[in-house]
């Protein structure tokens, strides 16, 4: 998760979500990065809005198997 | 041949009336003997006519009956046993359950008497019987009901048994059940046994427990679905719920290895947010925590 | 349950799922194909609407992912 | 999708999830082979335990059948 | 799913789910039989408990039964 | 439940479920066929309605709670 | 939250969560790094079983909405 975690912190800062910044803040961390996840993840993250992803997260109680409709 | 003899022996009016009752016994799948004790001709009538379209009632002297049976064979005369008392011959071709059925559905409550022997338990259900108090709580009590009053009227406080089955019907209990209006007779066709096909039934094997038929139903298709999920036999029912299997397989593996793929994005993200909020709801300190995360 | 993981990988890429391209899909995976088994599916799916079948597992919580990788 | 589903097929046969496997079926697929993602997934999947993955994705009923009623 | 409702029948009578009896249960349903169909479930039956698969809600927790190759 | 599988066999092809019928399949699969059973049967179903029975089982995750063995 | 994230990242790395570490990681991401919010949190953490926390958050709310098509 460590590689979605530093996505999550370059959107709190307003960083853009490049393959440069996430592998900074791993590096940083002295996670071993590789680069392949790191495309990867810019790439899955290029039309997802995490605003939106997040409210949803907060709008369902974590832990309860929300009922499927 | 043994019916030429008998036509010997026997008036000839009785012996055309075993012809009639045997051609009829012919053009039935199913010939039950049903008890029609206590049952006025006209009721009697008027329950024929119901039947019509489905089951054929005839009422003969138990005699001409007996050799009637005895007269076709082929197992029917197993149904001799049954003949005694007041009964008929009913010959269906509807299936012998659905006959039970039918006349069970068709038996109508009627009161009892005094000097009657109770066909079941007697019971004075609980409830308020809308009499006025006065000494007809003491006739309650007096049959075995747990009768008092209150609230300004003669109530029941429990369902009570107030005669068992077999036991005879008293003048003061039918008099109670009378001014109750409680009808504890079943007035109808009581079926005493059929022969179908081959087969003797008996009433308690007639009955037919349809809720416990549907369960079964259930249990077997929710049996079949498992199974076809669970080997992985796709039929049209069960290939959604096998489709739906695998693509939550893969997203279950694909959260738990955080694979960095556009459809699990969402999810991981909102796996992300509640980590953090749940490592957040450890921590006491607010000193440590940005304004959003804290209580 | 490999013949219904190649039936979900031709529905991503929007290839037809019929015999052919299952049996390729699985023959490359090395799987000892049983003709029969594709047929199968091939015939249940007939009627099915996959994306359906899809989007309605993808709104169940997905099982207690526990241990964090 | 389809790259997690490769992976699932090689799981179940056995095979073994590298580059050169999962790189075949999806070209048996006709996916557009992005070289990248392959290596993030099979590094993604180095320390997960699929097998205990898939079972815990049974946890939650299959396609979205409510809770009994 | 008649298909398998035979091949329960046969699992109750103790004969064998082999491709002949399924065919004559079906054939004596007027089934029209489609021999692929036998084939694969007689396959797809082949290493499954079938008293465990019939009775394993298809939806839970696999144990081990639940996802047979 | 033999008795039951063969009424669902026959319902999902569409014949009458009645006593020849029944007694067809059942003789097929070499059940010792209890005509009583047969005639039961078919005397229960015409109160049952087997459609929403199907669509009753298919609903509800049968089994309910895990029971590997 | 970029704290937090920060500490999850290094929870992951299996880095020691002190207060170099931490500042490493925003600084990375060019976080205007808040000594004291990052002391407050190395001190709140001391006490905390991180692993636990995260697990039980892990019961994924499924943000199935929000799936891209």
């Known amino acids: ?69 | 041949m043994s019916a030429e003899r008998k036509t010997e022996t026997i008036p000839q009016w009785k012996k055309e009336e075993v012809d009639d009752l045997v051609e009829t016994l012919g053009e039935y799948d199913s010939v039950g003997i049903v008890d029609i004790t206590g049952i006025p001709s006209r009721q009697l009538q008027k329950m024929r006519a119901n039947l019509h379209g489905t089951a054929e009632l005839r009422v003969s002297r138990n005699t001409l009956m007996h050799r009637a049976l005895d007269e076709v064979q082929d197992g029917l005369e197993d149904l001799e046993q049954y003949i005694g008392g007041q009964v008929g011959l009913i010959g269906t071709n509807d299936n012998p359950f659905a006959l039970y059925k039918q006349l069970e559905a068709s038996k109508t409550a009627a009161p009892i008497n005094a000097g009657e022997v109770a066909p079941n338990d007697i019971v004075i259900p609980e409830g308020d019987t809308g009499m006025d108090p006065g000494q007809f709580v003491g006739e309650l009590q007096a049959v075995g009901a747990e009768a008092r009053i209150q609230e300004g009227s003669i109530q029941v406080m429990a369902d009570s048994t107030v005669l068992e089955a077999g036991e005879t019907v008293d003048d003061q209990l039918a008099n109670v059940l009378g001014e109750l209006g409680i009808e504890p007779k079943e007035v109808g066709l009581d079926l005493r046994a059929v022969f179908a096909d081959g087969v003797l039934f008996e009433p308690e094997e007639l009955e037919l427990d349809v809720e416990e038929y549907q369960a079964d139903i259930e249990a077997a298709v929710a049996g079949a679905r498992n199974l076809s999920i669970n080997a992985v036999y796709p039929t049209a029912q069960t290939v959604s719920a096998l489709l739906g299997k695998g693509a939550g397989e893969a997203k279950s593996v694909g959260l738990q290895a955080a694979i960095e793929d556009e459809e699990l994005m969402p999810d991981l993200i909102s796996k992300a947010d509640g980590q953090v909020r749940a490592l957040a709801a450890q921590i006491d300190d607010p000193e440590a925590l940005p304004e959003e995360l804290q209580d």
């Not at chain 1, 495309?39 to 309860?64: F, W």
Request: proline content about 3%; overall charge negative.
């Open chain 1, 1 to 69: 998760m460590e590689y979605v975690y530093a996505a999550l912190i370059l959107n709190e800062t307003g960083a853009e979500i490049n393959e440069d910044n996430l592998t900074n803040v791993l590096d940083a961390a002295e996670v071993d990065v590789e680069e392949s996840r790191v495309k990867a993840l810019v790439a899955a993250l290029e039309d997802v809005d995490i605003e939106e992803a997040v409210e949803q997260a907060a709008a369902v109680p974590a832990g309860g198997a929300a009922a499927p409709a």
